[in-house]
T-cell receptor, first 115, second 110 residues
Framework: EAGVVQSPRYKIIEKKQPVAFWCNPI?????LYWYLQNLGQGPELLIR????????DSQLPKDRFSAERLKGVDSTLKIQPAELGDSAVYLC?????????????FGPGTRLTVL | AQSVTQLGSHVSVSEGALVLLRCNYS??????LFWYVQYPNQGLQLLLK??????LVKGINGFEAEFKKSETSFHLTKPSAHMSDAAEYFC????????FGTGTRLQVFP
């Protein structure tokens, strides 16, 4: 069984440029998460999807961040424009159900560097 | 609000020694607790989880953790460290989303 796939693995951009990250969850997983991991910190949730619906986006900075999961499968996270402080690892995770006891499976992440 | 605190950002042990990584939680309801491991440039992998079925939870790679309600703790242990255990370890509590601690970097010396 294939795991969570993310691309690109690494991205270097200049500030004020746009950037997009792509995630393909494990087949059949209805719940998809985007986490932000700053250096030396644990991941923090940005947004959670149940199928196509964003059920928790309270931590997503909506002035510059956006996300979509149009067909309830893969998802894209976008930043426009990027700022220096956005340099971090962006992790995607999925689970078969959205309950708190369910294991979340993580992708390898996209490491973003903003110059 | 739920939270976890990991005591010790760095832990160093010799190969073959006991590994003990500390985690304390705060929750107003019975918590779901997790330990994840992260190897360099990789995503997080589940080691074990507590969902109230048993207080002593066994995970992968010889790790286990004991849920102690009276101490609000969920410490991770392994009787004998291996070089391959060197990684970052995260404790987390779940409220539909995972709320992670700041992590503990484990170093294993030969």
């Amino acid at each position: 069984e294939a795991g969570v796939v993310q691309s690109p693995r690494y991205k270097i951009i200049e500030k004020k440029q746009p950037v997009a990250f792509w995630c393909n969850p494990i087949s059949g997983h209805n719940t998809l998460y985007w986490y932000l991991q700053n250096l030396g910190q644990g991941p923090e949730l940005l947004i959670r999807y149940e199928n196509e619906e964003a059920v928790d986006d309270s931590q997503l900075p909506k002035d510059r961040f956006s996300a979509e999961r149009l067909k309830g499968v893969d998802s894209t996270l976008k930043i426009q424009p990027a700022e220096l402080g956005d340099s971090a690892v962006y992790l995607c995770a999925s689970s078969s159900l959205g309950g708190g006891y369910n294991e979340q499976f993580f992708g390898p992440g996209t490491r973003l560097t903003v110059l | 609000a739920q939270s976890v605190t990991q005591l010790g950002s760095h832990v160093s042990v010799s190969e073959g020694a006991l590994v003990l990584l500390r985690c304390n939680y705060s929750s107003s309801v019975p918590p779901y607790l997790f330990w994840y491991v992260q190897y360099p440039n990789q995503g997080l992998q589940l080691l074990l989880k507590y969902t109230s079925a048993a207080t002593l939870v066994k995970g992968i790679n010889g790790f286990e953790a004991e849920f102690k309600k009276s101490e609000t703790s969920f410490h991770l242990t392994k009787p004998s460290a291996h070089m391959s255990d060197a990684a970052e370890y995260f404790c987390a509590v779940s409220d539909y989303k995972l709320i992670f601690g700041t992590g503990t970097r484990l170093q294993v010396f030969p």
